[in-house]
């Protein structure tokens, strides 16, 4: 079922993981009348909290608006808002008209130490990590034994245990690789008794790459868990992630393992759906078929359920803002936009026909790539101003309507029922060709480009748009991932790995802040510690530049 463990979040209104103060930069025991000893009592107790800790990916707090993390509002401390934020309106992906503070600042590149955005990413991080170490360290077997929970009980809880280990990596990660160099605590520190030290990007590498692989026995097999709960393919999918950009994490590039773990995912039964167009729309749980299913690309999610998991965050903010103008709201299964986010005409250049304006084809127009989900009427190509809605182009992938039934919208207007996916297979065929074109081994060329080709021939409808051996390079294969991966988090990570996004050899309208593009200093291929942690933790330092 797609939405158990929201469901499963919706029962219980207990947190009772700690939290990372601002002021004091120490785990804090909550102030909550309910104990964690009286929560973690029973094996129901653990599934519970377990709910909590999938739920802060697509949490914040109370719909309303009103703030949960260091005082920022929900929409900045939701996780994958802030991550899209970080990741895409950083490039030549996807600009807002939006002025809150620091915003704009992401685009034209000149953001600052104090960027609310990127301190609401950096502590959302942070207070997930902390919620994953309260309950990795409720679940020992010391606590089991003294709770009396024994049996089929004590085993399913120590797959937990290790879904939470799974996850407490992926931010770990997510750190790695915005912010460098954070501050480092686990479970083995008792709450509240340390200032965390900060940790460097090397080592912390080596500790998310030894978690991975230490867990990976421990994690249900693939496809073998519940919807939008991690399992085996999903360590396996990061750790090919991780080799992949290894080089530009540690100095030392792993693309041999970038291969060896991809293929193991694309070997554990996973297929590309026939449709791309379906993928992120309000019932894309059906992409994914768990408990011994063979369909499906999707390998892990954050669920959103329009009734249960209301927030402005996740697939909520990627649908409402990038419609507006003359985008019907309808269309795209919603109550209204925001008129916000657009792309660039560099985006738009990858694919072909980037000119037309046919609409008749929702939501492709015809083109002969179906990934080409854009809207053009009442948007301009040029953008002149990133304040206005009307230029650039609109973005009509990610759609709270039903697969097959375009007019038959999700359970709320308002808010979405669209999953996004953390990891899905077409990004596991995308490192392993890159791997084995920059030199990893036990892959080889024809494996490849029939990877490659999968991907393109799902999206041409037929071999129409399939490449040859001569055509597969690795800029070739940096455009591909724009045409597949556009607007899902992954741009400034490939930019970087690519030497392209703080140069001057690849630029894109208001790059740097000027119209046409310029390149900027290269100490903003990583962000700042927020101002913040710097004052309250006399262990950080600040990355260089800043």
Known sequence: MKK?????????????????????????????????????????????ILAKVYGAYANTGNPSGAGDIQGIDEGTSDFFRSFWNAQELTTDEAVITYGDA????????????????????????????????????????????????????????????????????????????????????????????????????????????????????????????????????????????????????????????????????????????????NLMLADDNLNSIPGGGSVGEFILTINYDGLKTQGYGGSQFLTHAATGGSIPAKKIGIDGGYSGARTTSNLIALFPNPATKDTTNFPNNNNPDSRAEFWYPGQN???????????????????????????????????????????????????????VLRGGTGGDNVTALKYINFIRTRAYGNASGNITANQLTTNFILDERARELYWEGFRRTDLIRYGLFTSGSYVWPFKGGAKNGTGVAEFRNIFAIPDADLAANPHLKQNNGY
């Open 102 to 277: 620091g915003v704009q600042d992401l685009h034209n590149m000149i953001w600052s130490s104090s960027n609310a955005i990127l301190k609401g990413l950096y502590y959302r991080s942070l207070y997930q990590i902390t919620l994953c170490n309260d309950f990795i360290r409720q679940s020992s077997d010391a606590n089991l034994s003294k709770r009396g929970i024994t049996g089929q009980d004590a085993t399913d809880i120590k797959y937990y245990k290790a879904e939470a280990r799974f996850l407490r990596a992926f931010q770990y990660w997510v750190l790695i690789d915005l912010f460098a160099n954070p501050p480092f605590v686990t479970d083995d520190q008792p709450v509240g008794a340390i200032i965390p030290p900060q940790t460097d990007r090397k080592t912390l590498f080596n500790y998310v790459e030894s978690e991975l692989k230490a867990i990976d026995p421990l994690l249900v097999a693939p496809n073998r868990n519940e919807y939008g709960r991690a399992d085996q393919a999903a360590a396996w999918s990061l750790l090919a992630r991780m080799y992949l950009n290894a080089q530009v994490y540690t100095g030392t590039a792993r693309y041999t393992d970038a291969i060896t773990y991809s293929q193991k995912v694309i070997g554990a039964g996973y297929k590309l759906i026939d449709n791309y167009d």
């Open 381 to 435: 190509l040029v953008i002149n101003n990133l304040t206005s809605f009307g230029d650039g182009i609109g973005v009509v992938k990610f759609r709270n309507v039903k697969i097959g039934q375009p007019t038959v919208h999700g359970s709320n207007t308002t808010f979405t029922d669209t999953d996004l996916p953390l990891f899905r297979l077409s990004e596991q065929y995308l490192i392993y060709a890159e791997s």
């Open 4 to 48: 158990n463990i929201n469901k499963i979040l919706l029962t219980t209104g207990l947190l009772v993981a700690g939290l990372t103060s601002c002021n004091k930069n120490k785990i804090l025991t909550p102030n909550d009348q309910v104990t964690s000893e009286q929560v973690y009592s029973t094996p129901a107790g653990y599934k519970q």
